[in-house]
């Protein structure tokens, strides 16, 4: 089962800068992560894992746009446990779930402190009457991932980089570059 990682906006090249008297009023090429997404789908991978990037995009935000572009991989959001509360994360998670098929998963750092009080809150909400309001609690609780303790990512995760021929086993793109 192997998922692609996106790249994060800090290693993203800088636009290409066009001379002044081009007048294309043609919108920007599309975001490379939908081109990276449905890569994934065609090539038959296990799904695609949105990294948490404070200086990005939002990974819950991506993920919902990527689940909409592809048809089966699995959209794997990685966030801090502190963006938000278990309860809000469910819902929005609940609701990705319900319109993706069941295709829409969580990623957390090991190290996250709050991760394991956060997962045991956001599994209750999800399961008790009186939290998750129906149809969403009908929706399967979310994959969760973890990434590996030792810092070297989780088996079974490849990153990409800019340059469509990188790809690496994730933590292991800095030690290609350094």
Known sequence: MTHIVLPGAATAPPPARLPGFVTD???????????????????????VLVPFD?????????AAALL????YVEIVAAFDTGISTPQYISKLSASLQRFSGGRFGWHFSADDPGRERFLAVAHEFWHTPGGLPKPL????????????????GTAGFVEVGHDPGEVFALGEKE???G
Do not use: C, I, K, M
């Open 25 to 47: 009023l043609r919108p920007a090429p599309q975001d490379s992560a939908l081109s990276l997404a449905r890569a994934a789908d065609l090539a038959g991978l296990a799904g």
């Open 68 to 71: 909409r572009a592809t048809r």
């Open 54 to 62: 404070p200086d990005g995009p939002e990974a819950l935000v991506t």
């Open 175 to 177: 030690a290609a570059h």
């Open 137 to 152: 609690s009908d929706s399967a609780f979310p994959a969760v991932y973890l990434e590996g303790v030792d810092g070297r």
